[in-house]
C-alpha cells in the first residue's frame, strides 16, 4: 500500500513536471464571422502558440466583436486598458482611438500588394506600432483586410455618378466622407448588423474585400452588382494588451512573435488566394461585376481627393509622407 501511494505520488510529479502547471487562457476578440479569414487567422494563432509554448497557453477566440457588446470599434480601446488580452482587427476599426491608422486606407493610396507590403514591413508599419503602443496595444503581426470593393443592390458602379445618392454602409469615419465626396448617403453602421441591413434594404450598398470578408460572409447573398475599384485598403493588426506583453519573458515573447508571424503570414495568403479567384466565385452566385478601366479608376481617384487631403491634414503630413514614399517606392 505504501509503496503503491509512493509510486502514484512519483507518478503525479513526473506527469507535473512534463505539463505546465497550469495553462493561462487568453481571450481574443475579432469583429468578423466565424467563417472569414480573419477567424481562420486567429485559430491559427491559437493553434501555433499552444505548440510553441507546450501547451501553456490557450487562445480563445470571440467572433463578431462579443467581448466589446458588438462594438466593433470598442475592442482596440479595451485591448489598450487589459479588458481583452488580444485583438484581431482592422486599421479603420481603431481610428477613433488612433486617427493616424487611416493613413493606410487614404483613398488610392496603394496600386498593389507590393506597395502595401513595403509599408507594413517598413518605417509607416514601424510608426504605426509606436502610435498604438502609447494606446496600450502591441502590435504582434500585421494580416490583411484587403482593397475594399463596393457592392450595392441597385446598378452596376462605373462612374463616380453612379454612386449618387446610394444608401451607403461605412465601417470608419474616413469612410463617411469618402462616400459624402462620391455623391452617396454614407451610414456608420456594425459588421454585424450590416447583412440584414442589407437584406431588408435599410442600406443599397457596401465596401468590403473580396476574399476576406465579401465571399464567407456571403453578401453575394444580398447584393446584385460588384466594381472591383480598390479604393481604400485595410490591414489588420494582431495586437496584444501591453500590460499583458510586458508582463512575459523573453523566451515567452519569442514564441507569441514566431506564432503571430505565421498565423498572419498564413491569413495574409488565404485572403489573396480567395480574392483572386473571388470575382469568378462571385459571378458564378449571381452577381454581375463592372471591372473599371484605368479611366474610371481615375475618375473615382480625383473625386475623392478632398478625403485624401482632409485625413491626411488628420494625421499628419510626416506620417502620410512615410506611406507614400514607401507606397510608391519601386
Ligand atoms: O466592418 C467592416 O466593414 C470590416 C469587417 O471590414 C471591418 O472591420 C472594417
Given at each position: 500500500?505504501?509503496?503503491?501511494?509512493?509510486?502514484?505520488?512519483?507518478?503525479?510529479?513526473?506527469?507535473?513536471?512534463?505539463?505546465?502547471?497550469?495553462?493561462?487562457?487568453?481571450?481574443?476578440?475579432?469583429?468578423?464571422?466565424?467563417?472569414?479569414?480573419?477567424?481562420?487567422?486567429?485559430?491559427?494563432?491559437?493553434?501555433?502558440?499552444?505548440?510553441?509554448?507546450?501547451?501553456?497557453?490557450?487562445?480563445?477566440?470571440?467572433?463578431?466583436?462579443?467581448?466589446?457588446?458588438?462594438?466593433?470599434?470598442?475592442?482596440?480601446?479595451?485591448?489598450?486598458?487589459?479588458?481583452?488580452?488580444?485583438?484581431?482587427?482592422?486599421?479603420?476599426?481603431?481610428?477613433?482611438?488612433?486617427?493616424?491608422?487611416?493613413?493606410?486606407?487614404?483613398p488610392?493610396?496603394?496600386?498593389?500588394?507590393?506597395?502595401?507590403?513595403?509599408?507594413?514591413?517598413?518605417?509607416?508599419?514601424?510608426?504605426?506600432?509606436?502610435?498604438?503602443?502609447?494606446?496600450?496595444?502591441?502590435?504582434?503581426?500585421?494580416?490583411?483586410?484587403?482593397f475594399r470593393e463596393v457592392t450595392n443592390s441597385k446598378h452596376p458602379i462605373t462612374s463616380p455618378e453612379d454612386m449618387q445618392g446610394l444608401k451607403m454602409r461605412v465601417?470608419?469615419?474616413?469612410y463617411?466622407?469618402v462616400m459624402n465626396d462620391l455623391g452617396a448617403n454614407p451610414q456608420?453602421m456594425?459588421?454585424?448588423?450590416t447583412f440584414?441591413a442589407l437584406q431588408q434594404g435599410v442600406v443599397d450598398g457596401q465596401e468590403n474585400p473580396i476574399?476576406?470578408?465579401i465571399i464567407?460572409?456571403r453578401v453575394y447573398e444580398v447584393q446584385k452588382y460588384i466594381t472591383p475599384w480598390h479604393y481604400s485598403?485595410?490591414?489588420?493588426?494582431?495586437?496584444?494588451?501591453?500590460?499583458?506583453?510586458?508582463?512575459?519573458?523573453?523566451?515567452?515573447?519569442?514564441?507569441?512573435?514566431?506564432?503571430?508571424?505565421?498565423?498572419?503570414?498564413?491569413?495574409?495568403?488565404?485572403?489573396?488566394?480567395?480574392?483572386?479567384?473571388g470575382l469568378e466565385y462571385l459571378k458564378e452566385q449571381g452577381m454581375e461585376v463592372y471591372e473599371p478601366t484605368p479611366e474610371d479608376l481615375a475618375a473615382f481617384k480625383e473625386a475623392t481627393?478632398?478625403?485624401?487631403?482632409?485625413?491626411?491634414?488628420?494625421?499628419?503630413?510626416?506620417?502620410?509622407?512615410?506611406?507614400?514614399?514607401?507606397?510608391?517606392?519601386?
Amino acid at each position: 500500500m505504501i509503496m503503491f501511494t509512493r509510486m502514484a505520488l512519483g507518478l503525479t510529479t513526473a506527469l507535473a513536471l512534463c505539463l505546465p502547471a497550469s495553462a493561462e487562457t487568453l481571450r481574443l476578440s475579432h469583429n468578423t464571422g466565424d467563417t472569414t479569414t480573419w477567424q481562420q487567422g486567429a485559430d491559427k494563432f491559437a493553434e501555433l502558440l499552444a505548440a510553441e509554448t507546450g501547451g501553456e497557453y490557450e487562445v480563445r477566440v470571440f467572433p463578431n466583436a462579443q467581448l466589446s457588446g458588438g462594438d466593433q470599434m470598442k475592442q482596440a480601446e479595451m485591448t489598450g486598458r487589459g479588458a481583452i488580452d488580444l485583438v484581431l482587427t482592422s486599421a479603420i476599426n481603431v481610428t477613433p482611438l488612433a486617427p493616424e491608422m487611416a493613413a493606410f486606407s487614404l483613398p488610392y493610396l496603394y496600386s498593389d500588394y507590393d506597395a502595401v507590403d513595403r509599408t507594413t514591413a517598413g518605417k509607416a508599419g514601424d510608426k504605426m506600432e509606436e502610435i498604438m503602443a502609447g494606446h496600450g496595444i502591441h502590435i504582434l503581426a500585421w494580416g490583411e483586410n484587403g482593397f475594399r470593393e463596393v457592392t450595392n443592390s441597385k446598378h452596376p458602379i462605373t462612374s463616380p455618378e453612379d454612386m449618387q445618392g446610394l444608401k451607403m454602409r461605412v465601417a470608419g469615419p474616413m469612410y463617411i466622407d469618402v462616400m459624402n465626396d462620391l455623391g452617396a448617403n454614407p451610414q456608420q453602421m456594425q459588421w454585424t448588423e450590416t447583412f440584414p441591413a442589407l437584406q431588408q434594404g435599410v442600406v443599397d450598398g457596401q465596401e468590403n474585400p473580396i476574399g476576406a470578408v465579401i465571399i464567407p460572409q456571403r453578401v453575394y447573398e444580398v447584393q446584385k452588382y460588384i466594381t472591383p475599384w480598390h479604393y481604400s485598403y485595410d490591414p489588420l493588426f494582431l495586437g496584444i494588451s501591453k500590460a499583458k506583453w510586458d508582463g512575459l519573458d523573453d523566451e515567452t515573447r519569442a514564441q507569441f512573435q514566431k506564432a503571430a508571424d505565421e498565423a498572419m503570414a498564413y491569413q495574409i495568403e488565404i485572403s489573396r488566394e480567395a480574392t483572386a479567384e473571388g470575382l469568378e466565385y462571385l459571378k458564378e452566385q449571381g452577381m454581375e461585376v463592372y471591372e473599371p478601366t484605368p479611366e474610371d479608376l481615375a475618375a473615382f481617384k480625383e473625386a475623392t481627393q478632398p478625403s485624401f487631403d482632409k485625413w491626411s491634414e488628420e494625421i499628419g503630413a510626416d506620417i502620410v509622407k512615410l506611406f507614400t514614399d514607401e507606397a510608391n517606392a519601386q
